[in-house]
């Protein structure tokens, strides 16, 4: 399927919605006076419709139908928003994407994402029955500061009891693959407990999951990741707590804990398939060298929230944050851990593990300016203070230095409302003073045993955004956008690759921050049956970053980057009651600098499978009436063929890593009875086999990272609340 931009732009122009099931909210009360959306990723009380933004909310319903599916929030993301990049089906989300960049995943705000060294866990720091609704931002932008390359994946959590008393949820599911294998069986069990008296509430909450082995279409056992982690054959704990106390009428203080773990069984080991047959890796049973791959995410917020202090809006928050992402070894000595002095090269085996700790704060306060309603003003200042280190456990040895991030950040933002809310006109700047602190470190011996000078690089950047809003008419919008944001690369890639003498981090231009910029112009209908959208941008970054494969290892070249897109979706209700067809199409085109040291900044290759997604049509059809729900949707991931650096000695020069495309089928049911509801959910409805789009486009020689996805899989849960 060959379509230009331009084509699609004018057929999208009268037809698409911001993803299908996503279109309602949940029951948590996020909805403002007059019903309109209230998205609080946007830093904002004005309702979604009131930004030059494409913003949309994986409401409870919605969100409870996908888990059941798939059993992760990263894949009910995925299989609603057509430009997010196919899961991996691992622990691991590298090269993910949403538009061609890394989004930034945060619980509550508190970003889970660490850029510093990206362990590429961020999809996995807390069970999804514990978050009551996912928002999404699309595009860069600097709303909630580093890391919103892609845009903003923020997980809201359960909300507080609405009324006094004694009430709660629990759920029971299992899991089993086509065959029925007994070690491809899994379950899960997760309760909710809260109390309300007076102005004071408590929550608490635990879940369990045990994840069994996954089968593909073929009924083998899929390929196992040791190193990168698993999300099957594991075991997940995670607990949750919440307490709250109404201050007045307007006022909440809150306290909101979690703690999740994620910890790989290992059982298996991997076995090599063979790329030149397409047959992929399988695992039989075995038990892999050293600690086992494991996640573990803690975090605790307090904020304090009045929606009529002064006549204004405010929000305080102070949270902590501290990620421990183990990486399991390798069976064979990896060549970056040999060290002589330690033990004879070739024999050495090693294992590293990605500490984050964050410590923050943020402010706002928003407001009508007094004696002009129509003009909406926003400020607030936000601080951040990131510590990151990567070590290898083994042997003590340090990999990534410790490396300290401080980001101190005002904001401000204006509204205006123009002809009775027909037209706005928005805009607002950050100001970002970050600070980069390395002390001095020596590489590994695998790269030369290196002495680097540490440093501490500033970069101070006012980051810029603005758009206008035209609604003629109940219903209908239109909009343009401008917006930057910024990320910095992945510095640990890049100081622990340093292999030559004389390097002085603080002039190491390497380390500098990626400011990327996204232009959008969407248009959206949504009027009686018809709910539809189209949005356009062009995203950029003069020193972006680029994941090349080198002897094994993922490292970062920082070259120009340019992406850009058309993003499709339209529902309509039927004249059948309960009844709602959808469809979504993404088209997405990224290139970059293959000839990064020729000294003209241009791109003239295309981002690889690592860095780009393939371009995708959804189709569902759901139904939802009485006590009976049931949906079926049906993915089509197209084939990509990539166009390669002139250059021929290139790092992704290999026509086996374009892409042939596959197309996948899901399907539940739903019924609510007076003692709960009963789910069936079948992933992968028809069987189909095959290889997942991250391993097909990279690694061509590699027979062990050659990945079957997963066949059909059966969840049948039982969930009550009281």
Do not use: C
Request: overall charge negative; charged content about 20%; hydrophobic content about 35%.
């Amino acid at each position: 399927m060959k379509l230009t931009l331009r084509t699609l732009f004018s057929i999208g122009t009268m037809l698409a919605a911001p993803p299908l099931a996503a279109q309602t909210i949940g029951s948590e009360g996020q909805r403002d006076g007059d019903g309109d959306i209230v998205v609080t990723a946007a830093r904002s009380a004005l309702p979604a419709s009131a930004l030059p933004l494409t913003i949309d909310v994986i409401d409870n319903d919605a969100l409870n139908q996908q888990v059941a599916i798939s059993g992760s929030v990263v894949d009910a993301i995925s299989t609603l928003t057509p430009s997010f990049s196919p899961t991996r089906q691992k622990l691991s989300g590298s090269g993910e994407s949403l538009r061609g960049r890394s989004p930034l995943y945060a619980i509550n705000g508190i970003p889970q994402s660490t850029p510093l060294r990206d362990g590429s866990r961020d999809g996995f720091t807390i069970d999804p029955f514990f978050v009551d609704r996912v928002e999404l931002i699309y595009g860069s932008n600097a709303l909630q500061g580093i890391g919103g390359a892609g845009g903003i994946v923020n997980q809201v959590t359960v909300g507080p009891p609405r009324v006094d008393g004694l009430s709660g949820r629990t759920l029971i599911q299992g899991t089993a693959d086509d065959g029925f294998h007994d070690d491809g069986l899994g379950g899960k069990v997760a309760g909710l407990l809260s109390y309300k008296i007076d102005r004071f509430d408590a929550t608490f909450g635990a879940a369990f999951e045990k994840r069994g082995a996954f089968y593909d279409g073929h009924g083998n056992r899929i390929g196992i990741d040791n190193v990168q982690g698993e999300t099957m054959d594991s075991k997940s704990w995670s607990l949750f707590g919440r307490l709250g106390y109404a201050v007045s009428d307007s006022a909440r203080l809150d306290l909101i804990l979690s703690r999740y773990e994620l910890k790989s069984d290992a059982d298996y080991v991997s076995v090599p398939g063979d790329r030149d047959i397409g047959l992929p890796s399988s695992t039989v049973r075995g038990t892999p060298p050293g600690l086992p791959a494991k996640n573990l995410a803690q975090s605790a917020a307090l904020s304090f929230t009045d929606d009529n202090l002064a006549d204004g809006h405010l929000v305080t928050q102070v949270f902590y944050s501290r990620t421990h992402d183990t990486f399991g070894s390798d069976p064979a000595p990896v060549a970056t851990f040999q060290d002589a002095s330690i033990a004879p090269y070739g024999t050495l085996v090693d294992q590293s593990q990605n500490r984050s700790r964050k410590i923050g704060t943020k402010f706002s306060y928003e407001r009508s300016l007094p004696g002009w309603d129509a003009l909406t003003a926003t400020i607030g200042f936000d601080t951040l203070f990131d510590k990151t280190e990567q070590a290898l456990l083994l042997t003590g040895r340090v990999w990534v230095p410790p490396t300290d991030f401080r980001s101190l950040a005002p904001f401000g933002q204006l509204n205006l409302a123009l002809l009775d809310g027909k037209v706005r006109l928005a805009g607002g700047v950050r100001n970002e003073n970050v600070r980069i602190k390395i002390d001095d470190f020596t590489t590994l011996a695998s790269y030369g045993s290196r002495q680097v000078k540490g440093g501490s690089p500033k970069f101070s950047d006012t980051l810029l955004n603005g758009g206008a809003i035209f609604e003629p008419a109940q219903g209908i919008r239109a909009y343009v956008s401008y917006a930057e944001g910024y990320t910095v690369p992945d510095v640990g890639r890049i100081t622990r690759s340093i292999n030559r003498d004389g390097v002085d981090l603080s002039n190491y231009l390497d380390i500098s921050p990626i400011v990327s910029n996204n232009r959008e112009i969407g248009v959206e209908v949504k009027r009686g049956p018809i709910d539809a959208s189209a949005a356009y941008f062009w995203s950029t970054s003069k020193n972006g970053q680029l994941l090349v494969l080198v002897n094994g290892v993922f490292e970062v070249q920082r070259q120009r980057v340019e992406i850009q897109g058309l993003e499709l979706n339209l529902s309509v209700k039927p004249p059948v009651p309960g009844l709602k067809l959808s469809m979504g199409y993404a088209h997405l085109i990224g290139r970059t600098d293959g000839t990064p040291d020729d000294g003209i900044d241009k791109v003239n290759i295309d981002l690889d499978g690592a860095n780009i997604s393939p371009d995708r049509l959804n189709f569902a059809a759901s139904y939802d009436r009485g006590p009976l729900s049931a949906r079926i949707q049906t993915q089509f991931y197209f084939a990509r063929r990539f166009d390669y650096s002139p250059l021929p000695d290139f790092a992704g020069n290999d026509r086996s890593n374009d892409f042939g495309g596959y197309n996948l089928t899901d399907a539940t049911v739903r019924y609510q009875t007076a003692f709960g509801g009963i789910t069936l959910a079948v992933q992968n409805l028809f069987d189909k086999f095959y290889i997942d789009y991250n391993s097909d486009t990279q690694r061509p020689t590699d027979d062990t990272r050659f990945y079957s996805g997963r066949g059909r899989a059966f969840t049948l849960g039982w969930d009550y609340r009281f």
